[in-house]
């Protein structure tokens, strides 16, 4: 089991930054694959961005390539995400996940939600133009 607690979003105008984190308590982080993904008013929850349990390997949606980050340290327990280059189509609530996934099994659905076993509350993310 593992609880999951994001914070640091906020207002930013279009071009800012602002970096997401996302605490996980619970034992054997380190074995979790961890995601971001968003949801804005009336869409489905899209994936943004994943990294594997040991923090080595790392996939982007394409609306959020070389702009975004994902990083993870597992001894502090976290995950974050960099986001650079702000745009008002980022504007949603921005969710992380976890899941128990070693070695290569990741890559079997690291991009859908439903893969997931554990989220976090979301923490909102507006982007003014």
């Known amino acids: 089991q593992v609880r999951l607690v994001e914070s640091g979003g906020g207002l930013v105008q279009a071009g800012g930054s602002l ?3 996302c605490a996980a308590s619970g034992r054997t982080f380190s074995g979790y694959a961890m995601a971001w993904f968003r949801q804005a008013p009336g869409k489905e929850r899209d994936f943004v961005a994943a990294v594997n349990w ?3 390997s790392t996939y982007y949606a394409d609306s959020v390539k070389n702009r975004f980050t994902i990083s ?3 001894a502090k327990n976290t995950v974050y995400l960099q986001m650079n280059s702000l745009k008002p189509e980022d504007t949603a609530v921005y969710y992380c996940a976890a899941r128990v ?4 099994t990741w890559l079997a659905g690291y991009g ?6 554990y989220w ?3 923490t909102q993310v507006t982007v003014s133009s």
């Open 19 to 21: 970096r997401l984190s």
């Open 54 to 56: 040991r923090g080595d």
């Open 72 to 74: 993870r340290d597992n």
């Open 101 to 104: 996934a070693m070695g290569s």
């Open 112 to 117: 859908t939600a439903n893969w997931y076993d």
């Open 120 to 122: 976090g509350q979301g």
